[in-house]
């Protein structure tokens, strides 16, 4: 009960790893709200929170907007009482609406780059921006950033993605310094390949468009697979849990000497 008393925001807390993530700081007695665009997904992650024994909340949140982050921080200290620490997990691929044609930077649609950009980095942004002074205020707080490892390197088939992620360890380490003097710790985390509805659709992509699988007939989970045999060290997919593991580290006591860091959960895919 690492975390007993604790209120938490988790954006994209109804997708893949969100879930993950509400439930692991939800085992350590956290409070968690469970904020996603999809009000459904939501309300089934804040219900398993609730049977594990905490007290939940759904919010439906667009992070691209202002107005509605403004909404998500205003409803938790309304309903919650507080707010202790924020999980900005809400991200796109930049695949899920559109067909990709081929990988080459011509054929991303300008669309595609803001529509990524919006959710992964101007929506790590907004909600950042809405909880600092809450938390400037207690003179307390935690905010973990969810990146990732195309963050730490381009990727071919990933542009957009890989650049969004990569502000976001960016902007991670600019926070960490702001909050500093408030004693606000603020940190990544950097997940590998972990199977969740972001990569139902990518792992389509992937086996469409990239030149090792174009045209060879391995299908997407099975291509999925190569990638992770041929370039995570431990040859294996991460799971939401790991993802939520390093989360709770992080909003723990145990990292109070821990800021401006992206931790890489990833089976040893990245060295840094
Ligand atoms: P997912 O698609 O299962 O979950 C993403 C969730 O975010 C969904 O529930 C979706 O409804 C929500 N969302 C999308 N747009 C939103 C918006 N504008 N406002 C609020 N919520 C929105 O994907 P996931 O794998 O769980 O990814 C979660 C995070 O982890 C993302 O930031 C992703 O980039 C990152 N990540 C995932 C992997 C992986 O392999 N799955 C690896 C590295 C990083």
């Known amino acids: 009960m690492r975390l007993k008393g604790k209120i ?8 893949g790893l969100g879930e993950g993530i509400c439930l692991c700081l939800a085992r350590e007695g956290a409070q968690v709200v469970v904020s996603d665009l ?25 992070v691209s907007r202002e107005d509605e982050v403004k909404m998500l921080v205003d409803q938790t200290i309304q309903e919650m009482g ?15 609406n559109r067909e990709a044609s081929s990988i080459l930077i011509e054929d991303l649609p300008v669309e595609q780059w803001d529509e990524t950009f919006a ?7 907004l909600c950042n921006r809405t909880a600092a002074p809450v938390f400037r205020k207690k003179n307390q707080g935690r905010i973990i950033n969810i990146a990732s490892i195309a963050g730490r390197k381009g ?19 600019s926070m960490a310094l702001q909050m500093a003097p408030h004693h606000v ?24 468009v990239h030149p090792l699988f174009a045209g060879s007939g391995v299908g997407p989970k099975e291509a999925l697979d190569m990638v992770v045999q041929t370039s995570i060290p431990f040859k294996t997919y991460q799971t939401p849990e790991d993802i939520g593991k390093a989360v709770v580290f992080l909003a723990s006591e145990e990292a109070r000497e821990i800021t401006g860091q992206a931790l890489n959960v990833c089976g040893g895919m990245y060295f840094s």
Do not use: H
Not at 155 to 173: C, D, H, N, R
């Open 8 to 15: 938490a925001i988790v954006t994209g807390g109804g997708g």
């Open 38 to 62: 999809d009000r459904q997904l939501a309300d089934t992650v804040a219900v398993k929170v609730g049977e594990i024994g905490s007290r939940s909340l759904a919010i439906k949140t667009d």
């Open 82 to 96: 507080d707010l202790d620490i924020l999980v900005c997990c809400a991200g796109i691929s930049g695949y899920s």
């Open 119 to 125: 959710v992964n980095m101007r929506g790590v942004f």
């Open 155 to 173: 990727s071919e088939m990933l542009p957009a993605y890989s650049a969004s992620k990569a502000g976001v360890i960016s902007f991670t380490q």
């Open 185 to 208: 710790n603020v940190n990544a985390v950097c997940p590998g390949i972990i199977y969740t509805p972001i990569w139902e659709r990518g792992s389509q992509v992937l086996a469409k």
